[in-house]
């Protein structure tokens, strides 16, 4: 028993994983085109694993997937700087189906009521 419970670590270490793999996968969302939503904000969920954003825009009320607790707080984002009703502008990747309102990979946040910027770090390439 004793010489399998290494065996048993790492097959319950990589199926564990695999979850993660699938959350961050880029394949259902066109990353070639960046997509810009201007809408109004009109809820956010702070919570893991990504904050939510809810962005009514056209006939559509858009799932923004943004970036973790802890990439908030690196980049200095914190909730209070949201206020629904307020216009917004995001700018990221739209899911390939046009029919499903949710951006993600999302390269910048901008609020005009403050004129508040937010940018994906310098070489993260993904939110963090």
Sequence with gaps: MARRAPGCIVL???????PAGAHHSDADYDTKTSFT???????????????????????????IEWITLTGAAVTGVSRE?????????????????????????????YLPADSWQWQVPAGGGRSP
């Design 12 to 18: 319950l270490a990589t199926v564990c994983a695999l």
């Design 37 to 63: 939503l201007t809408g109004t904000l009109m809820d956010v969920q702070w919570n893991n694993p990504h904050i939510l954003l809810f962005v009514a825009a056209d006939a559509y009320t858009y799932r």
């Design 81 to 109: 700087q949201f206020t629904p009703g307020e216009p917004i502008v995001v700018v990221g990747s739209h899911h390939r189906d046009p029919d499903t309102a949710v951006i993600a990979k999302i390269q910048q946040i």
